[in-house]
């Protein structure tokens, strides 16, 4: 998996970035929430493209959680 090539350093910023757009702070990131947070560190993607990274993480998250692989903390 990808976050296990990350540094503590590096998990604690995306962990950071997560927190800081979870605007509802309810562990989930809605549609605008990822866009609005997106663009508040300066990476304005058109909705398209962020409803193509949403459908992508609700995907490995289905495939992770089937296979018993992930478990969210």
Do not use: C, Y
């Amino acid at each position: 998996m990808v976050a296990d090539n990350l540094s503590d350093e590096q998990v604690d910023v995306f962990k950071q970035m997560f927190n800081m757009m979870d605007k509802d702070k309810n562990g989930n990131l809605s549609f605008e929430e990822l866009r609005d947070g997106l663009s508040m560190i300066g990476h304005a993607i058109p909705d398209p493209d962020v409803e193509m990274l949403m459908d992508a993480v609700s995907s490995l998250h289905a495939k992770l959680n089937n296979n018993d692989i992930w478990t969210p903390q």
